[in-house]
Nanobody, 122 residues
Framework: QVQVVESGGGSVQAGESLRLSCVVH????????LGWFRQAPGKGRERIAV??????YYADFVNGRFTASRGNAKYTHYLEMSTLKPEDTAMYYC?????????????????WGQGTQVTVSS
């Protein structure tokens, strides 16, 4: 059974940076889709970035502020977020899919973490 664990959220001031981590447990495949999503109160789940092997997708609102990467440890992923804005306040999730379309919707991801809260104050 695949388990996903996020960490690294917190409360920061506008303009500051955060790095979120995501560790995937129980995976044996080398290639899978890894998605970063967020959900603000009262809003739907929003896709941020997706990686599959060397391929990457970023939502338009990222505008170069966020970078998704894979760590040296297998099955470890990061989302580096810079120049954070109050509108980035949300619960952030990572999720995996064995296979996905491009770019995939959140419906294609089967294993989700519990989320990590990011709060940005002005």
């Amino acid at each position: 059974q695949v388990q996903v664990v996020e960490s690294g959220g917190g409360s920061v001031q506008a303009g500051e940076s955060l790095r979120l981590s995501c560790v995937v447990h129980g995976y044996s495949a080398d290639t899978y889709c890894l998605g970063w999503f967020r959900q603000a109160p009262g809003k739907g789940r929003e896709r941020i970035a997706v990686t599959r092997s060397a391929r990457q997708y970023y939502a338009d609102f990222v505008n170069g502020r966020f970078t998704a990467s894979r760590g040296n440890a297998k099955y470890t992923h990061y989302l580096e977020m810079s120049t954070l804005k109050p509108e980035d306040t949300a619960m952030y999730y990572c999720a995996t899919a064995t296979a996905c379309t491009w770019p995939p919707t959140h419906h294609e991801f089967s294993a989700w973490g519990q989320g990590t809260q990011v709060t940005v104050s002005s």
